[in-house]
């Protein structure tokens, strides 16, 4: 039944007055039933949402711990490198001081001797303090630890620690 305003009837009348407020309740009804859609509609695009977002957390975690487990690999493959590196280092340094020191005790026997015999034998320390050097270097390169400035140049400490009247003709640590 629908219910129309009459105007035949007195405007004081509690019938129009039903009509009114019925017309109200009506129109209010259409624009709650029109929210509710509209609140349903975006209920359910929030909830697709959610789900999508929630795949893409899950995902990013998956990826996360993946990255870490590439992260730990590739910082145990550096680590066992430098090792290796640091051992050779290690090796080569130790051989050339071992030589180094059987160059110096052999000087010690040979002071005694000629002055060529031991002129000789500075000199062949000095070029196995320069292979050394050389030796380093390179393993530093490898490393790709950038080389020490002239402060720590170790021929300069060679230079500094040599006094001036020690050093063979011809073979001064310039030379080095």
Known sequence: MKLKFNPKVKPDSS???????ALKLSATNRRLQSSISRHKGAEIALKKRCEHYSKLFKDSMQLQVGLR???RHLLAAQEDQRHKISHDLQDEIAQILLGINVRLL?????????SKVLKEEIASTQQLVAESAGAVRKLARALHIPPPGPAHDSRTKLRSSVPPNTEPAGNSPSKL
């Open 15 to 21: 019938h129009n007055t039903l009509i009114e407020r």
């Open 69 to 71: 487990q590439f992260t």
């Open 106 to 114: 052999s000087l010690n026997l040979v002071r005694r001797g000629s």
